[in-house]
Nanobody, 115 residues
């Protein structure tokens, strides 16, 4: 079983930046997709950014041009660079990896953006 652990969340002022990391306990080179999701308080979890095995990326409309998903395959680590953060980006952020029969999720990291 591969475990995912997010880090890099915190409190930042509007307009600031954060970089989230998602470290895997084992190889996830076979993952069909890896992604970042978020769950604002009182709302359902929503996709933020996804990267496919061939490197294609997709972003939720509200983060396009501000967030960048990337990965370091050698380090089994997924990243989310978040720039120009807005209060509406406040949420718990989760990473996942679609490993075929199962999808692994991390425990989440809180991102709070103050106005």
């Amino acid at each position: 079983q591969v475990r995912l652990m997010e880090s890099g969340g915190g409190l930042v002022q509007a307009g600031g930046s954060l970089r989230l990391s998602c470290a895997a306990s084992g190889s996830i080179s076979g993952a069909r997709t890896q992604g970042w999701y978020r769950r604002p308080l009182g709302k359902v979890r929503e996709p933020v950014a996804v990267i496919t095995k061939d490197g294609s990326t997709r972003y939720e409309d509200s983060v396009k041009g501000r967030f960048t998903i990337s990965r370091d395959a050698a380090q089994n680590t997924l990243y989310l660079q978040m720039n120009n953060l807005k209060p509406e980006d406040t949420a718990v952020y989760y990473c996942n990896a679609d490993l075929g029969p199962i999808t692994e999720w991390g425990q989440g990291t809180q991102v709070t953006v103050s106005s």
